[in-house]
């Protein structure tokens, strides 16, 4: 067991000497979790949307069941994907388990409900404001929900950077499906676990460093964005 | 007598699309929320052209009307016929300036492109319509940066966009000091003279007078009084309106 200073110090040695299998492991991490993202927002931001502009017979238990999806326990994602890609499950055929798509496709899955309930409350408190003015203008539904995504962008890219942040600090559904193989499906936060529980503690304390930096990173985002539109009075 | 048919020839030659959509006939318009009666029974008919002022106390119900009018609500009971149609089928024939003009997070500019992008309108009009309104200087700020009186113009320029046959106009210039709203009449005055009927609501006695063609003083749920404006404001024949004016103009 190393000396947490000596651990520290042997860390920032590693980010700073550009190491090659630490920069392959976070530049897979951020590939995987943006793809996630990216996907969950083609998901998530046309379903918040629909939800957020009308009203239906059991639209209450929707939000319900959306909200109780925000918090879906990685491992439950991360084995029902492990079911269904595994070799006897129903899409075992595709040979995607333990692949980047099959972490991708979980953390699709977890972070989805994240930007549709999140993106769901923004546009529908916008909507509360825009309704009556959109049915005046006889708009049709494409163009009010256009309208929507549009003025919302600001408040809508924060909630895609919470969906980020979700999936790449997330360690339970990627290990599941992923399996953390070296050289193709090992993520900051598996590499973290494995590497803490051999007691090489350099390496799992340099990637936690680089997570908590895109952390950093991902929140100081927000902040800007907020503290711009703001300033553009678009919020 | 030969001329007054003549000219009605020439303007269904000049317009052969659409067919109007006035005149307006209401009848026995109810609307209640709960134990809450607003409208109770409301007949009321309007002609194809001018200005009419709606007028009345606090609560009476004149934004609600114009909202049942323009198609924005339905009413518990009654009819309201625009010359045959419903108003939810004639909505985008119409345009509404709120008493709170709801603009959307975008610039000036970007506000009347929205309008005429999404009704299949000349794009290229926007700097004109900005110009007609005063608000050429602001068409790159952000539209909620606006003055209120900006604000209210800009949502008028907007309403004025789509070429509405009817115009609804819900106290307008209640918030606005004397220039904005002598800014505001004036454009109102001048669509009304290209022939877009004006349905204004409005306390201020002084602007009823400048742009009403009639007036409408609702008490009640329904029509107290209809008549010319300048038979109206001399000699108003009901009680519920000559106790409106005296407090209106003695304070
Ligand atoms: N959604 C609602 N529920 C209950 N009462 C309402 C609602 N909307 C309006 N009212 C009531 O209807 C009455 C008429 O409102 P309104 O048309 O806004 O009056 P005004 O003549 O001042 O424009 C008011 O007393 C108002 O409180
Ligand atoms: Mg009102």
């Known amino acids: 067991m190393q000396d947490i200073g000596q651990a520290l110090g042997l860390a920032l040695a590693l980010v700073m000497s550009g190491d090659g299998d630490l920069f392959e492991i976070v530049a897979l991490s951020l590939r995987v979790s943006l793809s996630a993202m ?49 070799r006897s499950g129903p899409l075992g055929f595709l040979g995607l388990l333990y692949t980047p798509t099959a972490m991708i496709v979980a953390q699709t899955i977890l972070i989805a409900p994240i930007v549709a309930a999140l993106s769901r409350q923004v546009l529908e408190d ?25 003025d919302a962008r600001y408040s809508l890219m924060t909630v895609a950077l919470a969906g980020f942040g979700r999936a790449v600090a997330e360690v339970g559904a990627v290990i599941i499906v992923g399996g953390n193989i070296d050289h193709l499906t090992r993520v900051m936060t598996t590499a973290i676990a494995l590497e803490t529980s051999k007691g090489e503690l350099s390496l799992a304390l340099a990637l936690g460093i680089i997570l908590l930096t895109i952390a950093l990173g991902v929140n100081a985002a927000v902040q800007v964005l907020r503290q711009t539109g703001t300033r553009l009075a678009y919020v | 007598m030969s001329e007054s048919t003549a000219i009605p020839l020439v303007r269904e030659d000049a317009r052969p699309a659409a067919r109007s959509i006035l005149p307006l006939e209401v009848r026995g318009l109810g609307l209640r929320f709960g134990e809450t009666v607003v409208l109770d029974g409301l007949d009321l008919d309007l002609g194809p052209e001018g200005c009419t002022v709606i007028m009345g106390p606090n609560g009476v119900g004149k934004s609600l009307l114009l909202k049942l009018l323009h198609g924005l609500i339905e009413p518990c009971s009654g009819r309201i016929s625009w010359a045959g149609q419903r108003p939810g089928a004639v909505t985008a024939r119409q345009a509404m300036v709120f008493q709170k003009p709801v603009l959307l997070r975008r610039t000036v500019a970007a506000n009347l492109d929205f309008v005429l992008r999404t009704r299949g309108l000349d794009r290229s009009r926007v700097p004109q319509l900005l110009d007609h309104v005063g608000l050429g200087h602001k068409a790159d700020d952000p539209a909620r940066r606006l003055s209120g009186g900006e604000a209210q113009r800009l949502a008028l320029a907007r309403a004025l966009a789509i070429e509405p046959e009817v115009l609804f106009l819900d106290e307008p210039t209640a918030s606005l000091d004397p220039a904005s709203a002598h800014a505001i009449e004036t454009i109102v005055r001048q669509a009304r003279d290209r022939g877009v009927r ?43 309106a000559r106790d409106y004016l005296t407090g209106k103009l003695v304070f």
């Open chain 1, 126 to 150: 916008l909507h509360s404001e825009y309704a009556e003015q959109f049915r005046s203008l006889a708009l049709s539904r494409r163009h009010m929900v256009g309208a929507l995504l549009w």
């Open chain 2, 198 to 240: 004006i349905i204004l609501v409005t306390h201020d006695v002084g602007q009823a007078q400048r742009l009403a063609d009639d007036v409408v003083f609702l008490n009640r749920g329904r029509v107290a009084e209809k008549a010319p404006v300048d038979a109206f404001f001399p000699v108003p024949q009901s009680q519920a």
């Open chain 1, 38 to 86: 990216a996907v969950a927002c083609v998901i998530g931001l046309p379903v918040g949307a629909l939800v957020a502009i009308s009203r239906f017979p059991g639209r209450g238990s929707v939000l319900v069941v959306m909200n109780a999806l925000m918090g879906l326990p990685p491992v439950v994602v991360g084995l029902l994907v492990y079911l269904h890609f595994s």
